[in-house]
């Protein structure tokens, strides 16, 4: 069967998308740890990030690097960081996580409420800075 990532590759389910190209592709996380939280995910559907062939592991980190410095320009980040986790979905993803202050607690576990207009806006905004 297939993932809830699949599903939104294929727009099964609706998405906040960032970027897509033939491999990977770049969505706003539903329930986000800041604001422009983003998952990136190669289409080939492999639940550990470790088990990613090298040259597969090696496109998502370079994808993921291009949706980051899109984050970062599109928004007053002083970084963005990296989170890999997987406990939850079974498909690899990379978090990408906007962080606007040292003092921000950049944690899996510490959700923020952002309005479903403000998710819009910030794909929107996000992703006319990102170029994959
Ligand atoms: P992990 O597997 O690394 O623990 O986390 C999975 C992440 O996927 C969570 O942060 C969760 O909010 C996100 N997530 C789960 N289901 C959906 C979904 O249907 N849409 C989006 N955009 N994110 C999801």
Request: zero cysteines.
């Amino acid at each position: 069967m297939a993932t809830i990532f699949t599903k939104i590759v294929r727009g099964e389910i609706p998405s906040y998308k960032i970027a897509e190209n033939d491999t990977h592709f770049a969505f706003l996380d539903i329930n986000p740890i800041a604001e422009g939280h983003t998952l990136v995910i190669p289409k080939k559907e492999i639940d550990y990030v470790f088990d990613l062939p090298d040259e597969l592991l090696g496109e998502t980190l370079v994808f993921a690097k291009k949706v980051a410095h899109g984050i970062d320009k599109a928004l007053d980040t002083i970084r963005t960081g990296i989170i890999v986790e997987g406990l939850e979905v079974p498909h690899a993803h990379i978090h990408l996580v906007p962080i606007y202050s040292v003092s921000q607690n950049v944690s899996l576990r510490n959700k923020v409420d952002v309005t479903e207009d403000r998710m819009k806006e910030l794909a929107e905004i996000i992703s006319a800075e990102v170029k994959v």
